[in-house]
T-cell receptor, first 113, second 113 residues
Framework: DAGITQSPRHKVTETGTPVTLRCHQT?????MYWYRQDPGHGLRLIHY???????DKGEVSDGYSVSRSKTEDFLLTLESATSSQTSVYFC????????????FGQGTRLTVV | AQSVTQLDSQVPVFEEAPVELRCNYS??????LFWYVQYPNQGLQLLLK??????LVKGINGFEAEFNKSQTSFHLRKPSVHISDTAEYFC???????????FGSGTKLNVKP
């Protein structure tokens, strides 16, 4: 398995509070992604990064921000969590110079109450 | 713009029967194509991928998929399913030169004894 660790694995938080999810990789892959998975929608891209300090928005970026200060870490922040952000969040990595696919973490289940 | 459409949200099938999970895509640029599998409470694992060359690709666990350029389809097949194949399956595209992955909404395969 690719070395991808997401933390925390489960979190319950209250509406309006900030939340940060962490993705840590040991593969030295350049690209990192945050997706959210919701029933009937599959996986939707929130933000992605193509290098340290290089990030861009995905399809559903409103309400989320990201940061990548080191190759191995990609943080996803919900500035003020809402119930609509209750979801399962997946981190993925890829390195196109080595292979063409993405490798996924185990996911973080976030519940906003 | 690009999109990935999985035509069936759920597919029930009896054990040892054949199955086909359908995927169509649209994209203004060339793409790589993938099928991933997700078992309950886990991340996504790569089943198979199409990059170029032979349009029939074989993957793990006896699955195969056929790329049809004229129909922009990439259907997944297995000649004889097992109970252990019960999972959710996702079709995905990776855009050339952008390294961004887009996913379909998923198909839940339910194999019955």
């Amino acid at each position: 398995d690719a070395g991808i660790t997401q933390s925390p694995r489960h979190k319950v938080t209250e509406t309006g509070t900030p939340v940060t999810l962490r993705c840590h990789q040991t593969e030295n892959h350049r690209y990192m992604y945050w997706y959210r998975q919701d029933p009937g929608h599959g996986l939707r891209l929130i933000h992605y990064s193509y290098g340290v300090k290089d990030t861009d928005k995905g399809e559903v970026s409103d309400g989320y921000s990201v940061s990548r200060s080191k190759t191995e870490d990609f943080l996803l922040t919900l500035e003020s969590a809402t119930s609509s952000q209750t979801s399962v969040y997946f981190c993925a990595i890829s390195e196109p110079t080595v292979n063409t696919e993405a490798f996924f973490g185990q996911g973080t289940r976030l519940t906003v109450v | 713009a690009q999109s990935v459409t999985q035509l069936d949200s759920q597919v029930p099938v009896f054990e040892e029967a054949p199955v086909e999970l359908r995927c169509n895509y649209s994209s203004s640029v060339s793409v790589y194509l993938f099928w991933y599998v997700q078992y309950p409470n886990q991340g996504l694992q790569l089943l198979l991928k199409y990059l170029s060359g032979s349009t029939l690709v074989k993957g793990i666990n006896g699955f195969e998929a056929e790329f049809n350029k004229s129909q922009t389809s990439f259907h997944l097949r297995k000649p004889s399913v097992h109970i252990s194949d019960t999972a959710e399956y996702f079709c995905a595209v990776n855009l050339y030169n952008f390294n961004k992955f887009y996913f379909g909404s998923g198909t839940k395969l339910n194999v019955k004894p």
